[in-house]
């Protein structure tokens, strides 16, 4: 009666593509010359997982949650195609060249457990790991990563909350600033190419002295490593140089402040 077990199992598919089409005539020496370029430009993902979650509720007031999943995923990302047709004279003139890096195949293997318990009547935690396997091109990827929150009501209007987490990722997104296109690529971890990681630092506060009403103000710092954007000069289309050689690595720092009010009562409410 106190544990409860859900299990997912899933396939997910993910086409990103951009086409494009011209033609072209014109006349030359007399004779008429006509001439056509399709190119095409696509990325491929599909995922086939397995989850199991598990709920435990120890006491009222005390719960753990604990679970794993198994992951494959296949990429197929920076898939190019060229066509060109050209009638010159009596000539035909009729090409296709095609851009396919192999596909990347890789198996991600989760765990995690967390626990959330009153420290004493004004503090609770919530405590936990997350442990992460990642297997691609014969190398593997092995991360431990932590999380805390602590909340405390100092008083009956008062709620104050702060937390940490350690967060790795085995997909990288890559944006080119230089299209105007849909060109986000999504691209795995390979042995190049290592996971983004990422350290979360927030503190918040939450107040409900105003009848009906909840204000909550949160900072936020994030640290992040292993950051993936295109060379200077490079983007996803007009080079047939192979993804992992368009790209490179660096950190970034993320930090700001949310600001919230929130109407809970009453026939109009919102936030």
Known sequence: PR???NTTIAYTGYLSSISNHSYDKYTSFNSIVESTVDSDYHSKIRDYSALADFDFHIAPKHQAKFGASICQHVFRPDVQTLKYKENYYDQKIDTTQKISPNKITSQEINFYVEDDFPICSALQANVGVHL???IVEEKTYFSAQPRISLSCIPHQDWRLKAGFSMMEQYVHML???S???PTDLWVPVTKRIEPMKAFHYSVGAYYTGFKGWELTS???YKKSK?????K???SAMGSVTNWQD???MGEGDSYGIELMAQRTVGKLNGW
Do not use: A, C, I, Q
């Not at 292993?226 to 295109?230: I, M, V, W």
């Open 218 to 220: 949160e900072l936020y």
């Open 132 to 134: 992460s396997t990642y």
């Open 226 to 230: 292993n950051l993936l954007e295109y």
């Open 179 to 181: 299209l105007v296109m």
């Open 232 to 234: 200077d000069g490079m």
């Open 246 to 248: 368009k790209v490179e």
């Open 175 to 177: 944006s080119s600033s």
């Open 3 to 5: 544990l409860f077990l």
